[in-house]
């Protein structure tokens, strides 16, 4: 009893051994969340700084007069109504998000678990399908939405990007990861595939199935250049491309321009945070383990 309480009493705390190790990681982790963060504090503080502040030498990286005219001029401006394209790029990020992780699902679900010929081939196929830019894609997509008569409309902001291949890759990695015999006592009970999809695979890929909807909605949400060249109604713009109505040709309004960007910023966090739980859980398991 005697030497265990000397070993015991001679080795060091767990926290202290640990210490020097943990010190350049939080070190660096602090550096690289300043680096982060830097951009976003100098938008919210040149939305807060009055036009003229904006632009002014030295640059002001505390605001020296605190104004909230921006984000009221910019709520209020008769050159565009933010309100009305926050509304569009809300209804048609949602609509978008539903259906692509439908489709990525009803696609990722016989590439996991049903056996027919050429299976893996296909899925190599469609997975080599990543390495195609999608800039290439952009100009065969318009004449195909200019032959549908869908320029200028919501159909075109959603159906051509709904065929997502990293979508069907994230859900067949962890459709694969489910044990079979789930699956096997519902084929016992007479479920179809179906069935097996909606009522057994979906309710135990409900990490997966968010981290999906959460990517597919932010990059509906923050998608710039095809609503730039499909929309030209401004009533039916998106946010991204209304923002930058403040942002003439010769004059830019850096305060309005950077209230418009917070204001535009704002759903987008509020869906992360709402999703946080299952987005670390979709990204850190590929299943539940046989």
Same mark, same amino acid.
């Given at each position: ?63 020296? &007069? ?165 929309? &030209?109604?401004?009533?039916?713009? &998106?946010?991204?491309?209304?923002? &930058? ?46």
């Amino acid at each position: 009893m005697t030497d265990l309480a000397s070993t015991s009493s001679a080795r060091p705390a767990p926290s202290r051994r640990r210490m020097p190790r943990d010190l350049p990681r939080f070190i660096v982790l602090c550096m690289l969340s300043v680096l982060f963060l830097a951009p976003i504090y100098w938008m919210i503080a040149t939305s807060l700084k009055p036009e003229a502040d904006t632009i002014a030498t030295p640059v002001q990286w505390i605001p020296r &007069t605190i104004t909230f005219d921006n984000y009221r001029e910019v709520l209020t401006s008769p050159d565009g109504n933010i309100l009305r394209w926050t509304w569009n790029s809300f209804l048609v990020a949602a609509i978008f998000t539903l259906l692509h992780v439908a489709l990525c699902a009803l696609t990722a679900y016989p590439l996991a678990r049903m056996r027919f010929p050429g299976r893996d081939a296909w899925f190599w196929f469609i997975l080599s399908s990543l390495m195609v830019p999608g800039i290439v894609t952009l100009i065969p997509t318009y004449i195909m939405m200019l032959n549908f008569n869908w320029i200028n409309s919501y159909h075109a902001l959603i159906w051509p990007g709904l065929s997502g291949v990293f979508g069907v890759f994230l859900l067949r990695q962890f459709f694969m990861g489910i044990p079979r015999e789930l699956e096997e006592a519902a084929r016992l009970d007479g479920a179809s595939s179906l069935q097996i999809l909606i009522r057994v695979i979906l309710p135990l890929s409900i990490p997966s199935l968010v981290t999906l909807a959460v990517f597919a909605f932010m990059g509906s949400w923050n998608n710039f250049l095809w609503p730039l060249f499909t929309i &030209t109604d401004v009533d039916k713009m &998106t946010l991204p491309v209304g923002i &930058t109505t403040f942002s003439q040709r010769y004059v830019t309004e850096y305060g309005k321009l950077m209230a418009a960007t917070t204001l535009a910023a704002v759903p987008a966090l509020i869906a992360y945070l709402v999703a946080q739980r299952f987005l670390e859980a979709g990204l850190s398991t590929t299943g539940l383990k046989e």
